[in-house]
């Protein structure tokens, strides 16, 4: 072989390699949207929780969430969503990893999690509550209650904000225990193994109203975390969507928007126990929530 025959090969050969490289970044490049196109169904991680996103008693996937969602995605002409089951903690990572198109459970948008997935903007914005034992025996009504009483360990799900908010709030590692659903938590409670139940305060309500038990109760009132300014602060809830995806982030959030000033939006979530005072600012954006504390 002729050196310039080599060099031809090698020229051959690099060309593929640039024309394989461009055609692999422009598949991964294309836009949730193109999913209009083809008629494919969307794929939805949904954690199987009231009130967000679950398997109804028809077997069906419903929620506030699942709702919500539909109305959102139908004006760009996807109406087919399959909805796959799996562990709350496991939803961020399914995500990045593009086991999934979205999330659709009830996700806060925080830093860490704006690190590797994109988000809507918000749709609802939630509190903490607890749930404790008939006449909360341990006089909790904040975080800080639990952090002060050595005594007093804490109970909720392994992978969301309320680990982090413990953990900030002084509540030693040790008293917090996790579990994987809102219901196994309840369970623990009830059986003595912890002394409070701490979620959002729409899957509190959910979730009593769901497993009514006249042993326990919400404890009211409740102290929310301050903020830097003192005034309590407020998580936002929002579909986790593909990071390298702005074109259908864009599409989602303009269908979200439509959807909040018809008034539809606070429809859907006044059936799964949702008021207007859980409806965020309208000015607040996933962007402005992502670059807190960055």
């Given at each position: 072989?002729?050196?310039?025959?080599?060099?031809?090969?090698?020229?051959?050969?690099?060309?593929?390699?640039?024309?394989?490289?461009?055609?692999?970044?422009?598949?991964?490049?294309?836009?949730?949207?193109?999913?209009?196109?083809?008629?494919?169904?969307?794929?939805?991680?949904?954690?199987?929780?009231?009130?967000?996103?679950?398997?109804?008693?028809?077997?069906?996937?419903?929620?506030?969430?699942?709702?919500?969602?539909?109305?959102?995605?139908?004006?760009?002409?996807?109406?087919?969503?399959?909805?796959?089951?799996?562990?709350?903690?496991?939803?961020?990572?399914?995500?990045?990893?593009?086991?999934?198109?979205?999330?659709?459970?009830?996700?806060?948008?925080?830093?860490?999690?704006?690190?590797?997935?994109g988000f809507s903007n918000p749709v609802t914005r939630s509190g903490g509550a607890f749930i404790v034992k008939k006449g909360n025996p341990l006089n909790l009504h904040s975080l800080k209650d639990v952090a002060s009483n050595k005594r007093a360990r804490l109970g909720t799900q392994n992978g969301t904000n309320q680990i982090q908010e413990a953990k900030d709030s002084g509540i030693n590692a040790g008293s917090v225990v996790l579990f994987d659903k809102d219901t196994e938590a309840l369970a623990a409670l009830k059986a003595n193994r912890i002394d409070a139940v701490y979620f959002p305060d729409a899957e509190i309500i959910s979730l009593l109203k769901k497993e009514p038990d006249p042993s326990v109760e919400r404890a009211l009132p409740f102290q929310q975390i301050p903020d830097a300014q003192g005034k309590p602060s407020y998580n936002y809830h929002a579909f986790g969507?593909?990071?390298?995806?702005?074109?259908?982030?864009?599409?989602?959030?303009?269908?979200?928007?439509?959807?909040?000033a018809s008034g539809d939006l606070l429809k859907i979530l006044q059936k799964y126990g949702y008021t207007a005072n859980e409806l965020p600012p309208e000015n607040i954006q996933a962007s402005q929530i992502c670059a807190t504390h960055s």
């Open positions: 072989m002729t050196l310039t025959t080599s060099l031809s090969l090698a020229g051959r050969v690099s060309f593929a390699l640039l024309l394989s490289a461009a055609f692999s970044l422009s598949a991964s490049a294309q836009s949730l949207l193109d999913k209009a196109k083809s008629q494919e169904p969307l794929v939805a991680g949904i954690a199987n929780e009231q009130p967000y996103g679950y398997i109804g008693p028809d077997g069906k996937a419903t929620g506030a969430n699942i709702e919500v969602l539909r109305a959102v995605l139908k004006p760009l002409g996807i109406t087919k969503i399959d909805t796959p089951i799996v562990d709350f903690g496991a939803l961020v990572p399914g995500l990045a990893a593009k086991r999934f198109d979205v999330i659709g459970a009830g996700l806060f948008i925080n830093h860490s999690r704006c690190q590797v997935i969507l593909p990071r390298n995806d702005p074109e259908f982030i864009s599409a989602f959030n303009v269908q979200l928007a439509k959807l909040r």
